[in-house]
């Protein structure tokens, strides 16, 4: 993958050719997208995955850009989706000749002014001070929209109707295919915008306030001001998710400004890899789909995004954008064929290893809620739960992860040793 793309923001830099090719082909998949997958079901789950998209890619400006570890994020999506609500149905009420389409604007506008007024308090400080702010923050606006159920709605929230706008060149919005248009615009004029903030003089400087803000206040910036400049600027892109998001659902309420929506964007974030600019894309393309093929699969799905929550910040720093640009450069390499064995042995570990995790879980629920009588639902497979069962799923889990850690190392000792011998030859 290219470094427009996959790289972290201080890749090399690459020829104008090949970054064009990269947004053309990224450009490419948004619109083919629906073509490949026309159903109902499958453009909406896309929908879902553009906005959460945009929303990770924000909090990536601040979380991998910037070095802030947001717990408010979710509640300048939930600001730019009540204000994307309040426009649309402004919008329906009066007849306005106005198109659906811009209310992202709005919810842009609303949660950049928000995150000028809360940042300019919560960016004041970094690093723990500053989540345990911004944790403070979440927990009052969550509590206020509960309180001020005129304004915001209460557990029922407000409804809309994105029909209601005027018709632009035949578009009303009425079908998914059009929300889901809307939604790929939309993310590739934002992805594009947060590419190119990256690059500016303040993308620098907030890379280099994440890395030493003592050196930087030395040289004259003010960390606390790059800060709150990033902080304005991750706002705004929140809330175009956030009005993406009302416009998909037509519908909002007060848990749009719950805790779990922020700790959903940081698990999205983490698990695509917050040190390449592609990596939300991934984690929340992944972390979509995982999410909702999951909780129709098995009742402990919040357990298994969990885990693989945990086993990337464990053994994939880089998140799976890390993982893609090592598999890319061992290939480019040449390394492949060299640790292809041990590799092949490690995967075949880690799959039973997988497999008997999944199955001592699934086991552990049936039992736990007494369903199927005993009887226990693993990959389209029916498994008694008894005393053989769980040994065995014991013995995979545990003879799978010796194999993992024997074929971890000698894939360590070949990678090594093939990368001194690539420095030799130099």
Same mark, same amino acid.
């Given at each position: 993958?290219? @470094?427009?793309?996959?790289?972290?923001?201080?890749?090399?830099?690459?020829?104008?050719?090949? *970054?064009?090719?990269?947004?053309?082909? $990224?450009?490419?998949?948004?619109?083919?997208?629906?073509?490949?997958?026309?159903?109902?079901?499958?453009?909406?789950?896309?929908?879902?995955?553009?906005?959460?998209?945009?929303?990770?890619?924000? /909090? @990536?400006?601040?979380?991998?850009?910037?070095?802030?570890?947001? /717990?408010?994020?979710?509640?300048?999506?939930?600001?730019?989706?009540?204000?994307?609500?309040?426009?649309? @149905?402004?919008?329906?009420?009066?007849?306005?000749?106005?198109?659906?389409?811009?209310?992202?604007?709005?919810?842009?506008?609303?949660?950049?002014?928000?995150?000028?007024?809360?940042?300019?308090?919560?960016?004041?400080?970094?690093?723990?001070?500053?989540?345990?702010?911004?944790?403070?923050?979440?927990?009052?606006?969550?509590?206020?929209?509960?309180?001020?159920? =005129?304004? /915001?709605? +209460?557990?029922?929230?407000?409804?809309?109707?994105?029909?209601?706008?005027?018709?632009? $060149?035949?578009?009303? /919005?009425?079908? #998914?295919?059009?929300?889901?248009?809307?939604?790929?615009?939309?993310?590739?004029?934002?992805?594009?915008?947060?590419?190119?903030?990256?690059?500016?003089?303040?993308?620098?400087?907030?890379?280099?306030? %994440?890395? &030493?803000?003592?050196?930087?206040?030395?040289?004259?910036?003010?960390?606390?001001?790059?800060?709150?400049?990033? #902080?304005?600027?991750?706002?705004? $892109?929140?809330?175009?998710?956030?009005?993406?998001?009302?416009? &998909?659902? =037509?519908?909002?309420?007060?848990?749009?400004?719950?805790?779990?929506?922020?700790?959903?964007?940081?698990?999205?974030?983490?698990?695509?890899?917050?040190?390449?600019?592609?990596?939300?894309?991934?984690?929340?393309?992944?972390?979509?789909?995982?999410?909702?093929?999951?909780?129709?699969?098995?009742?402990?799905?919040?357990?298994?995004?969990?885990?693989?929550?945990?086993?990337?910040?464990?053994?994939?720093?880089?998140?799976?954008?890390?993982?893609?640009?090592?598999?890319?450069?061992? !290939? %480019?390499?040449?390394?492949?064929?060299?640790? !292809? *064995?041990?590799?092949?042995?490690?995967?075949?570990?880690?799959?039973?290893?997988?497999?008997?995790?999944?199955?001592?879980? =699934?086991?552990?629920?049936?039992?736990?809620?007494?369903? +199927?009588?005993?009887?226990?639902?693993?990959?389209?497979?029916?498994?008694?739960?008894?005393?053989?069962?769980?040994?065995?799923?014991?013995?995979?889990?545990?003879?799978?992860?010796?194999?993992?850690? *024997?074929?971890?190392?000698?894939?360590?000792?070949?990678?090594?040793?093939?990368?001194?011998?690539?420095?030799?030859?130099?």
């Amino acid at each position: 993958m290219d @470094n427009v793309i996959a790289g972290s923001p201080g890749a090399a830099p690459v020829s104008w050719r090949r *970054r064009v090719a990269v947004w053309l082909a $990224f450009a490419a998949i948004l619109g083919l997208a629906p073509w490949c997958f026309p159903s109902d079901a499958a453009l909406t789950l896309m929908t879902q995955m553009g906005t959460a998209a945009i929303l990770a890619l924000s /909090f @990536n400006l601040l979380l991998g850009s910037t070095g802030l570890l947001s /717990f408010c994020h979710a509640t300048y999506a939930g600001i730019g989706a009540y204000a994307g609500v309040w426009c649309m @149905n402004r919008i329906g009420a009066q007849g306005l000749a106005v198109s659906m389409a811009v209310v992202p604007l709005a919810g842009a506008l609303a949660a950049g002014a928000a995150g000028a007024t809360l940042g300019f308090v919560t960016t004041r400080r970094a690093g723990m001070t500053f989540a345990m702010i911004t944790l403070g923050v979440a927990e009052l606006v969550w509590v206020l929209a509960a309180m001020l159920p =005129e304004w /915001f709605g +209460g557990e029922r929230g407000i409804p809309t109707d994105r029909t209601l706008g005027a018709a632009w $060149f035949g578009v009303t /919005f009425a079908t #998914q295919r059009e929300i889901y248009g809307l939604v790929a615009v939309w993310m590739f004029v934002c992805t594009a915008l947060m590419y190119g903030i990256t690059r500016t003089p303040l993308g620098f400087l907030a890379r280099a306030v %994440r890395d &030493n803000a003592v050196r930087v206040a030395f040289l004259g910036p003010s960390p606390s001001a790059v800060r709150y400049r990033m #902080q304005i600027l991750a706002a705004a $892109f929140a809330g175009v998710a956030g009005a993406l998001g009302a416009l &998909n659902f =037509e519908l909002v309420s007060a848990d749009a400004f719950s805790l779990e929506r922020s700790g959903v964007v940081l698990v999205f974030t983490v698990l695509g890899g917050t040190t390449y600019f592609a990596g939300p894309i991934v984690g929340a393309v992944v972390g979509v789909f995982v999410t909702v093929m999951l909780a129709t699969l098995t009742r402990a799905w919040q357990l298994y995004l969990g885990l693989g929550f945990l086993a990337v910040v464990l053994f994939a720093p880089g998140g799976i954008a890390g993982l893609i640009a090592v598999h890319g450069r061992a !290939w %480019r390499t040449g390394m492949a064929r060299t640790l !292809w *064995r041990p590799y092949a042995v490690a995967c075949a570990g880690l799959a039973m290893g997988i497999g008997g995790l999944i199955a001592i879980v =699934e086991m552990t629920y049936a039992v736990r809620l007494a369903s +199927g009588a005993g009887q226990v639902a693993a990959s389209g497979l029916r498994a008694q739960a008894g005393p053989g069962t769980w040994g065995m799923a014991g013995v995979a889990v545990i003879v799978g992860w010796i194999i993992v850690v *024997r074929a971890g190392r000698q894939l360590r000792r070949l990678a090594a040793g093939a990368i001194h011998a690539t420095e030799d030859r130099r």
